[in-house]
């Protein structure tokens, strides 16, 4: 099956520092999501970003599919940027949208 | 918030005992995917159902099942459980764009097996 890869695992900041977190998958997809797993363990969406480049507020997210990865950015991180960041794929040929996702990137902001 | 409502939160329950989960999908969303979270496992596609019917399957136990009722809602049943059911369940419904589809997931349900 397809095979999908976060780096780093792990990531300390300084709270104001910026950071890349790399996606990277084995097979064409035709969805790609990016999502935020805060401290209480809820999932947040944060991108929906099969290809292409999309920004909200001080995170933006690029595909580029025919190279199979894609990059989330974070600037100005926040404390409240802390948590697991996950990246999620579902297949091209896939039938109804289940998701695959990476192992994920552990994120601390210190303050 | 998602639009997606599990319940409970949280779940405490023994070793051979049989829990329901719920899962109200978005409203207007046909499709509800269970995904279960463990710390060994990482994040897995359980089942998916369409309408009321089963459209998918992943690494889902024979102890487990699931169903998708005619108001849409699902229920995901663990039945025998064993110390290492306990993790964090998540129920998602999704959305169709053009070309592909994006989920969106509920706020989970904790269980631990004792």
């Known amino acids: 099956g397809i095979q999908v890869e976060q780096s780093p695992p792990d990531l300390i900041l300084q709270e104001g520092a910026n950071s890349t977190l790399r996606c990277n998958f084995s097979?064409?997809?035709?969805?790609l999501q990016w999502f935020h797993q805060n401290p209480w363990g809820q999932l947040i969406n944060l991108f929906y970003?099969?290809?292409g480049t999309k920004q909200n507020g001080r995170l933006s997210a690029t595909t580029v599919a025919t190279e199979r990865y894609s990059l989330l950015y974070i600037s100005s991180s926040q404390t409240t940027d802390s948590g697991v960041y996950f990246c999620?794929?579902?297949?091209?040929?896939?039938?109804?949208?289940?998701?695959?996702f990476g192992q994920g990137t552990e994120l601390s902001v210190k303050p | 918030d998602s639009g997606v409502t599990q319940t409970p939160k949280h779940l405490i329950t023994a070793t051979g005992q049989r829990v329901t989960l719920r899962c109200s999908p978005r409203?207007?969303?046909?499709?509800v995917y269970w995904y279960q979270q463990s710390l060994d496992q990482g994040l897995q596609f359980l089942i998916q159902?369409?309408?009321?019917?089963?459209?998918a399957k992943g690494n889902i136990l024979e102890r487990f099942s699931a169903q998708q009722f005619p108001d849409l809602h699902s229920e995901l049943n663990l039945s025998s459980l064993e110390l290492g059911d306990s993790a964090l369940y998540f129920c998602?419904?999704?959305?169709?764009?053009?070309?592909?589809?994006?989920?969106?997931f509920g706020q989970g349900t904790r269980l631990t097996v004792v």
């Open positions: 998602a419904s999704s959305v169709v764009h053009r070309g592909g589809t994006e989920a969106f």
């Open positions: 097979d064409s997809v035709n969805n």
């Open positions: 970003i099969p290809s």
């Open positions: 999620a794929v579902s297949r091209r040929d896939n039938q109804g949208g289940k998701l695959i």
């Open positions: 409203s207007g969303d046909l499709s």
């Open positions: 159902y369409y309408n009321g019917e089963e459209r």
